[in-house]
Structures are given as structure tokens and as C-alpha cells.
T-cell receptor, first 111, second 112 residues
Framework: GENVEQHPSTLSVQEGDSAVIKCTYS??????FPWYKQELGKRPQLIID?????GEKKDQRIAVTLNKTAKHFSLHITETQPEDSAVYFC??????????FGTGTSLTVIP | DAGITQSPRHKVTETGTPVTLRCHQT?????MYWYRQDPGHGLRLIHY???????DKGEVSDGYSVSRSKTEDFLLTLESATSSQTSVYFC???????????FGSGTRLTVV
């Protein structure tokens, strides 16, 4: 099956700086890559996703890039704010309807 | 809210007892999933369903069974609970394959 690795496991940045979280996947058949944000004690929520036919996608302060050849994708958050503090999960999936998640990155934005 | 509810929200049970968790959706989505979340492991798929009475195993299905007799309900049963099944369980729904999930609020299960 698919194996998704996520780095770093913890990340601290100063407010206003950028944060980057990286994921790699193993199954070349994976074609959909969502990112989820989970605040403490709450449910994971989809924040952005990208499909394998697209190299980059942006939504305001967040962006995701995908390199199919290298099998890695990244989440970029610019101008970080304290409310960006949360755990972020990447995932990879294919037509089998199973998503495999990374182990999560705990992001802390220091005011 | 998100159109998906889980019950109960919290449960403490004894080792060896059967436990059933319920996921109910009002979105009429075809796909439903059960995940467990543990520190250091992220979210791992237990079972999923792609229609009424159509289910399949995920990566950590041992000790769990599921049933889906109606589009809106997906039940997860721990046949004989063990301490290793202490976890937070999330249900998720999606309308099409490869679309992002909507997660429920989770059930925190403690097996003592």
C-alpha cells in the first residue's frame, strides 16, 4: 500500500514568517493530495488539495506544490498568524478511495 | 454543522466487552470511512464503505467490523475491546472518490 512520510513533526515560527511542511509518498498511482488542519480537540478540516495533473495551487496565504517525478508535495503558509497554530496532516490517495495520512506536523506560531 | 455526527462522543469500556460507535450523515454522500487517530501514527483507516452493504477493509481492520444498512448510517463495532483500541475514532464522508473528506467530531474511546 501507500506510505506517506511527513516532516517536520514539530515546527515553530515567528508571526509573519513562512512555514513549509513536506510530504513524500511511495505509490505512483496516487493522484489526489489533500491537506488537513486540526486544532486542539477538534476535527480535521480540509484546507487545500491538489491533483496530480496540477503542479501548484494557491488559496490566499496557503499554497501546495506537487512534484510527481520526485513523489513529494509541500504545504506553504505565508505571513503566519497565531490562528495558524494547529496540527497539519498531508494525505495521498488514488482511485481505490483509500487515503493514507502522514503522521502530522504540529505548527506553533509565536506572537 | 458539517452534516455528520458521531455518537457517543466519549466512552469508557472494559476489556473484552463489545462496543459500537455510530456515524450518521445527512449529506447523502456515498462514501463513509472510519479512522483512528493515535499520537505518532496520524490517521489510519480501519474500514470504509462505498455504498449500502458495500464495505472494505483498511490498513488496521483487525478486531473491528462495520455495517452499513442505510446510506446515512455507518457503524463500527469492536468485537471484544482491548486496551490497544483506546483511541480517538473519526468518521468521515465524501461524495466522490478522491474528493476531500468531511470529518465528524470524533469519539474518544478508553478501554480499561
Amino acid at each position: 500500500g501507500e506510505n506517506v512520510e511527513q516532516h517536520p513533526s514539530t515546527l515553530s515560527v515567528q508571526e509573519g514568517d513562512s512555514a513549509v511542511i513536506k510530504c513524500t509518498y511511495s505509490d505512483s498511482a496516487s493522484n489526489y493530495f489533500p491537506w488537513y488542519k486540526q486544532e486542539l480537540g477538534k476535527r480535521p478540516q480540509l484546507i487545500i488539495d491538489i491533483r496530480s495533473n496540477v503542479g501548484e495551487k494557491k488559496d490566499q496565504r496557503i499554497a501546495v506544490t506537487l512534484n510527481k517525478t520526485a513523489k513529494h508535495f509541500s504545504l506553504h503558509i505565508t505571513e503566519t498568524q497565531p490562528e495558524d497554530s494547529a496540527v497539519y496532516f498531508c494525505a495521498a490517495g488514488n482511485t481505490g478511495n483509500q487515503f493514507y495520512f502522514g503522521t502530522g506536523t504540529s505548527l506553533t506560531v509565536i506572537p | 454543522d458539517a452534516g455528520i455526527t458521531q455518537s457517543p462522543r466519549h466512552k469508557v469500556t472494559e476489556t473484552g466487552t463489545p462496543v459500537t460507535l455510530r456515524c450518521h450523515q445527512t449529506e447523502n454522500h456515498r462514501y463513509m470511512y472510519w479512522y483512528r487517530q493515535d499520537p505518532g501514527h496520524g490517521l489510519r483507516l480501519i474500514h470504509y464503505s462505498y455504498g449500502v452493504k458495500d464495505t472494505d477493509k483498511g490498513e488496521v481492520s483487525d478486531g473491528y467490523s462495520v455495517s452499513r444498512s442505510k446510506t446515512e448510517d455507518f457503524l463500527l463495532t469492536l468485537e471484544s475491546a482491548t486496551s490497544s483500541q483506546t483511541s480517538v475514532y473519526f468518521c468521515a464522508i465524501s461524495d466522490y472518490s478522491n474528493y476531500g473528506y468531511t470529518f465528524g467530531s470524533g469519539t474518544r474511546l478508553t478501554v480499561v
